[in-house]
């Protein structure tokens, strides 16, 4: 369960325009719809060293890129993330672009398998590999020790199968993924943006379940609507 010092810190979003702590360079956001089963998405924010800031996200199938802040996102601070995981991250993350040339594959299907291999380069992946921009931040986290949600708990209801249907539809995969994909809608669980963030404010060493990081993504959405109002 989620411990008491967790619960008493509450789960805060910021805007895009508030300059994140003098110690932190790197955060996770947010922008997209407010309505429950609306779309979003998700990536890292990172600061660099003339105080520019800078995403670093996957918009969808080998489109993974970088692009200034902007005002449609807001952004969160990870709570457990020590300064030196956060510099690793943000040498991985620009690492993993000039690797790649953006070239990260987009999958519905988020496996328990290496992706990355000991230098943090991309592996060779199937066609039915990849991420979701959520999955993407979760990897990532995971890959750096913030392995934060038990993905045995979650379910596969039917609005998610029907949301992987038309995502796929969407994200400009060649037809050889797309057919490898197909055949996996309804059978793998969904991660959403929103729940991302909520496990990684409320992650504290111990996987979070199902039950816990749903009522978390939906905390960060109602700060999504503070900060519209």
Excluded at 28 to 44: A, K, P, S, W, Y
Excluded at 210 to 223: C, D, F, L, Y
Aim: overall charge negative; charged content about 25%.
């Amino acid at each position: 369960m989620i411990d008491d010092v967790a619960m008493d810190q509450p789960l805060v979003l910021f805007k895009y325009d508030v300059e994140m702590p003098e110690h932190v360079n790197l955060a996770l956001v947010i922008m997209g719809d407010v309505e429950e089963e609306g779309q979003r998405h998700t990536g890292f924010v990172m600061r660099d060293l003339l105080g520019g800031c800078w995403l670093f996200h996957l918009g969808w199938n080998n489109h993974y890129f970088r692009s200034p802040m902007s005002e449609k996102y807001n952004y969160l601070l990870i709570p457990i993330l020590e300064p030196e995981t956060e510099t690793v991250i943000v040498a991985f993350l620009c690492m993993l672009l000039s690797d790649t040339e953006g070239k990260v594959p987009y999958s519905i299907a988020w496996e328990e398998r290496e992706y990355f291999d000991v230098d943090g380069k991309l592996v060779d992946l199937s066609l039915s590999d990849g991420f979701t921009c959520a999955t993407f931040v979760l990897e990532t986290l995971k890959r750096f020790g913030l392995d934060m949600v038990d993905r045995s708990t979650w379910p596969i209801p039917a609005g998610d199968a029907a949301w992987q249907e038309r995502i796929l539809e969407r994200v400009d995969l060649s037809r050889e993924q797309f057919n490898a994909q197909v055949a996996l809608i309804g059978k793998r669980p969904r991660f959403r943006p929103e729940q991302a963030l909520g496990a990684a404010h409320y992650y504290r060493g111990t996987k979070l379940c199902h039950a816990e990081v749903v009522p978390a993504g939906r905390q960060v959405i109602s700060e999504m609507v503070r900060l519209r109002a």
